[in-house]
C-alpha cells in the first residue's frame, strides 16, 4: 500500500485531496491544528488514516512529527504541504505579515527539507507543494502572502533543480498553483474564475499522477500567469 503525508489536511485542498488519497487505496497521515478536525476523517477511515496534531510554525514539533511519521510507515511515497495562512493586509500590520511569514516560510521550509532529505535517503518519493498564482507577481493588498508564495515557488524549483544528484531519478517536486478556489481562504463575492473544490482537488490529482513540474489550477490560470510574467512593473502598479 502507497503512503502519503498531508500537511493541512484538517480543511480545504488538504482535505479533499486526503479523501481522493484514501479512495486510490493509499494509506495517509494527516496533520493539522484542529484535533477534532483530523478525528473526524479517522473516524470515517479508520483503517487508512492516522493522525498528528501538529502546527506547522513550530518547527521543532514538525520535525518530531514527520520523524513519528517515517517510523510508523517506514517509507514515504507522497508528501503534500497544503498548510497556509493569508491576509489582506495594506495597512502592513506587523502581526499580520508576522503570522504569513511564520507559516508560510519557515514552517514551509522545514516541511520541505524534511521531506526532500527523507526522499533523498530513500531515493524515491514525491514532493507536493501548494503555492498560488499569487507566487508570480507581487500585491499591495496582502504583501507577505504574495512574497511567501514567491518564495516557496523558488524554493521548489530549487528542490527540483537539486534532484538531479539523486542518481535514482525516482524523486520528483511538483509545484501546484491555484488560482481562486472554492476555500474559506476565498474570500469575498463575485470572485474571477471561482473553481470548485471537489474540480480543483482532482485536478491536482491529476497532475500529482502525472508527476507534472508545474500545475495551474483550474488549467486556464495558465494564461493569468503568462500575462502576468510579461507584464511590465509600471503597468502591474496601474491595474491591480
Same mark, same amino acid.
Given at each position: 500500500?502507497?503512503?502519503?503525508?498531508?500537511?493541512?489536511?484538517?480543511? @480545504?485542498?488538504?482535505?479533499?485531496?486526503?479523501?481522493?488519497?484514501?479512495?486510490? $487505496?493509499?494509506? *495517509?497521515?494527516?496533520?493539522?491544528? #484542529?484535533?477534532?478536525?483530523?478525528?473526524?476523517?479517522?473516524?470515517?477511515?479508520?483503517?487508512?488514516?492516522?493522525?498528528?496534531?501538529?502546527?506547522?510554525?513550530?518547527?521543532?514539533?514538525?520535525?518530531?512529527?514527520? @520523524?513519528?511519521?517515517?517510523?510508523?510507515?517506514?517509507?514515504?511515497?507522497?508528501?503534500?504541504?497544503?498548510?497556509? *495562512?493569508?491576509?489582506?493586509?495594506?495597512?502592513?500590520?506587523?502581526?499580520?505579515?508576522?503570522?504569513?511569514?511564520?507559516?508560510?516560510?519557515? $514552517?514551509?521550509? #522545514?516541511?520541505?527539507?524534511?521531506?526532500?532529505?527523507?526522499?533523498?535517503?530513500?531515493?524515491?518519493?514525491?514532493?507536493?507543494?501548494?503555492?498560488?498564482?499569487?507566487?508570480?507577481?507581487?500585491?499591495?493588498?496582502?504583501?507577505?502572502?504574495?512574497?511567501?508564495?514567491?518564495?516557496?515557488?523558488?524554493?521548489?524549483?530549487?528542490?527540483?533543480?537539486?534532484?538531479?544528484?539523486?542518481?535514482?531519478?525516482?524523486?520528483?517536486?511538483?509545484?501546484?498553483?491555484?488560482?481562486?478556489?472554492?476555500?474559506?481562504?476565498?474570500?469575498?463575492? $463575485?470572485?474571477?474564475?471561482?473553481?470548485?473544490?471537489?474540480?480543483?482537488?482532482?485536478?491536482?490529482?491529476?497532475?500529482?499522477? #502525472?508527476?507534472?513540474?508545474?500545475?495551474?489550477?483550474?488549467?486556464?490560470?495558465?494564461?493569468?500567469?503568462?500575462?502576468?510574467?510579461?507584464?511590465?512593473?509600471?503597468?502591474?502598479?496601474?491595474?491591480?
Amino acid at each position: 500500500m502507497k503512503t502519503a503525508i498531508v500537511f493541512g489536511a484538517t480543511s @480545504g485542498i488538504g482535505r479533499a485531496l486526503t479523501e481522493i488519497l484514501i479512495q486510490e $487505496g493509499y494509506q *495517509v497521515a494527516i496533520t493539522g491544528r #484542529r484535533l477534532e478536525k483530523l478525528e473526524e476523517i479517522k473516524d470515517q477511515y479508520p483503517n487508512q488514516v492516522v493522525i498528528y496534531q501538529n502546527d506547522i510554525q513550530q518547527t521543532e514539533k514538525v520535525a518530531d512529527v514527520f @520523524g513519528q511519521i517515517v517510523k510508523k510507515f517506514e517509507k514515504i511515497d507522497l508528501v503534500i504541504q497544503s498548510s497556509g *495562512v493569508g491576509y489582506i493586509n495594506s495597512k502592513l500590520e506587523w502581526e499580520k505579515e508576522h503570522e504569513t511569514i511564520k507559516t508560510n516560510v519557515t $514552517g514551509v521550509t #522545514r516541511l520541505y527539507d524534511l521531506a526532500y532529505n527523507q526522499f533523498r535517503k530513500q531515493e524515491y518519493g514525491h514532493l507536493v507543494g501548494i503555492t498560488s498564482i499569487a507566487s508570480i507577481r507581487g500585491n499591495r493588498g496582502a504583501p507577505a502572502y504574495f512574497a511567501s508564495k514567491a518564495f516557496q515557488k523558488a524554493y521548489l524549483e530549487s528542490l527540483f533543480i537539486k534532484t538531479k544528484t539523486i542518481q535514482s531519478n525516482q524523486v520528483w517536486v511538483t509545484d501546484i498553483r491555484p488560482g481562486f478556489v472554492d476555500t474559506a481562504m476565498a474570500i469575498g463575492d $463575485g470572485i474571477f474564475w471561482l473553481v470548485p473544490l471537489e474540480k480543483a482537488a482532482q485536478q491536482i490529482f491529476s497532475a500529482i499522477k #502525472r508527476k507534472k513540474r508545474v500545475a495551474y489550477i483550474s488549467k486556464r490560470w495558465s494564461l493569468i500567469a503568462f500575462v502576468l510574467k510579461i507584464l511590465p512593473a509600471w503597468l502591474l502598479k496601474k491595474i491591480l
